[in-house]
């Protein structure tokens, strides 16, 4: 006698079996792409752009121009057997070298003090010890003097106003706004940076590509030389040579090479 499962018996067995089939196509199916998977990788990496070639170069530019201010540099000293002598004496003093600033049309803004001392005079006795013999006064201005033609007499009438307590400790030539003169020797500057990179790129094979960057190093002006001055006779002004100013920038540039 035959003995019959009942349908619903079979029913497992069949969907694993089935299960196990789908399983196995599946598998087979994803090898292909994980081994295709490190070769994607590898051909985008030999896709990946290089790094672009720059140059880096450096510039530097100069001006000059002619001064038209100058800066002089004055002050009175007096020496007493007391403080208050010599605070007296070297008072007097700047008043006189004041009115002959102004008498020379020299405005106040451009008189400034610098500096006010006092300060006691010392002696050496027989047995090595100091003394204080008198005090020492002084002052100092800074005089500016917008008309530099007429910077040696305005020197020489602080000088007779003041006589032996003037003293005058030099002279300073200047621009009052160096801008444009900033302004050209940045042009020179830019000039000499592009010019530099043209030849590297040249020499190199390459062309000049864009500007990638460009750096302003501090703008310098060597400074001007003090020069030292002293009283005229005859009451003529005291020959000077105001010379030039210069200005110095420099740069650093950066360039595509292509």
Not at 32 to 57: E, I, S, Y
Not at 170 to 183: E, I, Q
Not at 208 to 235: C, H, K, N, Q
Request: glycine residues 10%; proline residues 5%; aromatic residues 2%.
């Amino acid at each position: 006698m035959t003995s019959r499962h009942p349908t619903g018996a079979r029913t497992p067995a069949l969907a694993l079996a089935v299960g196990a089939a789908l399983g196995g196509l599946l598998l087979a199916g994803a090898a292909p792409a994980l081994a295709a998977a490190p070769g994607t990788v590898a051909a985008a990496a030999a896709v990946r752009p290089a790094t672009q070639a720059t140059v880096t170069v450096s510039g530097s530019g100069r001006a000059a121009a002619a001064p038209d201010v100058a800066v002089v540099s004055v002050g009175v000293e007096a020496t007493r057997k007391t403080a208050k002598e010599a605070m007296a004496a070297q008072s007097a003093a700047a008043k006189a070298l004041l009115a002959a600033l102004r008498e020379q049309g020299v405005a106040d803004r451009d008189i400034r003090t610098e500096s006010l001392s006092l300060s006691p005079v010392y002696a050496q006795s027989g047995g090595g010890e100091s003394k204080v013999t008198g005090y020492q006064a002084g002052q100092s201005f800074s005089v500016k003097v917008r008309d530099i033609d007429r910077t040696g007499q305005i020197v020489s009438a602080v000088s007779d106003a003041t006589g032996d307590a003037g003293r005058v400790n030099g002279v300073v030539f200047d621009v009052a706004d160096p801008t444009g003169l900033r302004a050209r020797a940045r042009e020179a500057a830019h000039r000499d940076a592009h010019d530099k990179a043209a030849q590297h790129a040249r020499l190199s094979g390459h062309r000049l590509g864009r500007l990638v960057s460009l750096t302003e190093g501090e703008s310098v002006r060597p400074a001007p030389g003090a020069v030292p001055s002293a009283p005229a006779d005859g009451g003529e002004g005291v020959p000077l040579a105001p010379g030039e100013i210069e200005e110095h920038v420099s740069v650093t540039a950066v360039y595509e090479l292509v």
